[in-house]
């Protein structure tokens, strides 16, 4: 048990932050509203420099072309992008896309995939939601399969080269790996609450061979949730991110707000409610771990941490979002401050692979065992 | 990072639970899973004690030197938390995790051995009397005086809310001695003995029926000042290194989960797992105790690698209460009107005997009445969110 960063840890954090809080320009990569720009190379620049840092190779084995890290040192990247409100398509194409490819990729389909995602060269969307929510189907054609299937708002399609796009195939669920201008692959790009960008992508009967489905799995079910589940650890780490960074805002904000002569913050039940926005925080954070610690746990395990995390982050998220707008009074509720963006960011994290209510659920029927209930997670009775 | 225990702590583990396994008595369970007050019978606890005293553990916190097992900061969590999710008692912990460790670092070497050995042993059981009718959350506001006569003081004045105070022999106070200066600078803190002539205690019954504080009125009770502990006006600085000791979280996270599992069960037994209502609250209660339990192993880490947890403990004291709370209030909405039915005799396990399921039914509603005061108790939360907006956040 240790739950303390060592040196290499707290470098990766304090050089994360040095260099976002310097380079990242919040405003100029989120553009105005009315901006529709080019997507792609849009993303182009700062994604060459999360390159040169090694962050895109972060962690895949070292013989994928990777530095060997773990979670811990994904949430730690991935809380400071939410401190800093970074849209880069980080999550999505190096820890749900490139973890799956590493998960259960044959050889050929790593060494295709995985250096060239390390390198900058290619960034992959994924065109699924939550554990199980499937809207592509794979019927058998020849030696390969045909997809058909349509998805609202896939997140980061637009800044990607690649879809990995789970699909149905009779009682399992394939992956495929597909080019997004492949033949009656349809995307229409829009913007996403948080300011980044995703796309309704449809695909019409789109021929894929055997060697684009990952592993040759026809049910890769258990490997897709397990991603999904890494997924959200790093969002979580990413929420824990912006939520600090609202608390900080927002009691900076109390003590220089003067109101009845004297700054806001000494109004008590100001005071308290920003330490029950702190406490959530910490709360949010300390969840999160569990989560980051249990992401290659076996199922039963990460299931239990990773639900858990999802509904009470959620919850955490959505009373800091809330409070941080209510104590800044009317210019809260404005376009110009960064809280309102951080407000979305967190919308965007409960509504991301499943609700904070679809994971409430999904941990009540796994704590329904009062067994389960009852374990500890340092020790349970029977381990 | 990791939330693994090393090897010889799950040993560890395992020695612990195969003691209590093979020594904690089925009625003591039964007595324990009855109990509705915040703390249960120190007679129950005693027994139990005694047991641990034998073996070596009765005192885990402390050093060997004074009769503790010298455990590490991860052993003790475990027992703890071993302890209470068997179910076991406590007893006395003004005594062991109070006055203990205030008279190890300020008391003379008379008072240590003195009062150390039978709080070790658990023949003395103490009780803290610092509250007063017009002293609770404003605690350096206190009035009960004590005048320095010769090598004694005389104390005038009243306590209150003294839990056990009918169950002690000893306690420790905080009590007036000058009226000038700061507040806090008038303040010492005693030992006395419970038996001292004009000492008189008067029940206070609680809302879940049990009968656990009381008020203590001093009328001219000569106290020898060889029981003052730390210099005359300065028992504030005492006072206030004894709040480092009250945290004790794992005692809570294993109570909390045992009692989470027992409503669990309750909500499965009595049909009502699919309610959306319980069922919606078990899982954010559930996760809230995912929470905290993480938040108590990040503190033990600290603990254990040296750093310094900094204020969480008011964070921990905050949040913990307030679990409990709603744990007792799912039992609460689970049981239905099976509420409607009281008995009024204290202990619950002495009074009933009926089949488990049943008898259980009873302590719910005492329960969650008592279990109300757990956030008010020690700072109340209000006085926990004043210390973390001043020490956490600047405000
Ligand atoms: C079960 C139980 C056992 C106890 N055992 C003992 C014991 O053994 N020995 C002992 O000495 N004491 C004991 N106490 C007393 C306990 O320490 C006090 O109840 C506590 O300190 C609060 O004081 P009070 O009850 O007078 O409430 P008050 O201080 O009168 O508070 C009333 C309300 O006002 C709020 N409040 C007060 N000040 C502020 C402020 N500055 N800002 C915002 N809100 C504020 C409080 O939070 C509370 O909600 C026990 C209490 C209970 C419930």
Known sequence: MDLQRDTEHTLLADSAERMLSENYDFSARHGSPADQGDDAAWADDMWRQFAELGWLALPFAEEDGGLGAGMVEISILTEAFGRNMVVEPYITTVVLCGGLVAAIGTPEQRAETLPAIGEGALRIAFMGGAAGDISVDAAPSGDGYVLSGARKSVIDAPMAGRLLVPARIGEGIGVFMIDCDATGVTLRPHRTLDGGRAADVELTGVNVGRAQMLGGLEDASDAIEAAIDRTIAALSADAVGAMAKLVEETVEYTKTREQFGKPISKFQVLAHRLVDMKVSEEEARAVTTLAVLSADAPASKRRRAVSSAKSKVGRCARFVGQNAIQTHGAIGTTADLTIGSYAKRLMVYEASYGSTARHAELYAAIIADPDTAGAGLLLSPAA | ?395
């Open chain 2, 1 to 395: 990072m990791d939330l693994n225990l090393a090897p010889e702590d799950v040993a560890f583990a395992e020695e612990v639970r195969t003691f209590i396994d093979a020594n904690l008595p089925d009625a003591t369970r039964r007595a324990m899973t009855l109990t509705t007050a915040f703390l249960n019978e120190p007679e129950l606890g005693y027994e139990w004690h005694k047991l641990l005293h034998k073996k070596g553990w009765s005192v885990p916190s402390w050093p060997d030197e004074w009769g503790g097992p010298g455990w590490t900061p991860v052993q003790k969590y475990i027992f703890d938390l071993e302890s209470a999710r068997a179910g076991a008692p406590v007893y006395n912990g003004q005594g062991s995790r109070m006055v203990g460790p205030v008279l190890m670092h300020f008391g003379t070497d008379e008072q240590k051995n003195k009062y150390l050995p039978s709080i070790c042993s658990g023949e003395d059981h103490w009780c803290q009397g610092y509250s007063e009718p017009g002293s609770g959350s404003d605690l350096a506001s206190l009035k009960t005086k004590a005048v320095a006569d010769g090598d004694d003081y005389i104390i005038n004045g009243q306590k209150i809310w003294t839990s056990f105070a009918h169950k002690s022999n000893c306690m420790f106070a905080l009590v007036r001695t000058s009226t000038e200066g700061k507040r806090q600078e008038g303040i010492t803190f005693i030992l006395l003995d419970m038996d001292l002539p004009g000492i008189t205690i008067r029940p206070i019954i609680g809302n879940g029926g049990d009968h656990e504080f009381n008020e203590v009125f001093f009328d001219d009770v000569r106290v020898p000042q060889s029981g003052r502990v730390g210099e005359e006006n300065k028992g504030w600085d005492v006072a206030k290194y004894l709040l480092e000791f009250e945290r004790g979280g794992a005692l809570v996270a294993g109570r909390v989960r045992a009692q989470f599992a027992k409503v669990v069960r309750l909500i499965r037994d009595r049909g009502l797992i699919d309610d959306a209502h319980i069922r919606i609250r078990m899982a954010e209660i559930g996760a809230d105790l995912d929470t905290m339990e993480m938040v108590d192993i990040r503190v033990l880490s600290d603990l254990q690698s040296g750093a310094n947890p900094g204020a969480i403990s008011s964070m921990l004291k905050m949040r913990w209460s307030s679990i409990r709370q709603e744990v007792s209030e799912l039992a609460l909405d689970a049981a239905g009107e099976d509420i409607l039915k009281w008995e009024p005799e204290r202990p619950l396990y002495d009074a009933l005997q009926l089949p488990p399921d049943e008898e259980e039914l009873l302590g719910i509603a005492p329960r969650y009445l008592n279990f109300r005061a757990y956030t008010i108790l020690g700072g109340t939360n209000e006085i926990q969110a004043e210390i973390l907006g001043k020490r956490v956040l600047g405000l």
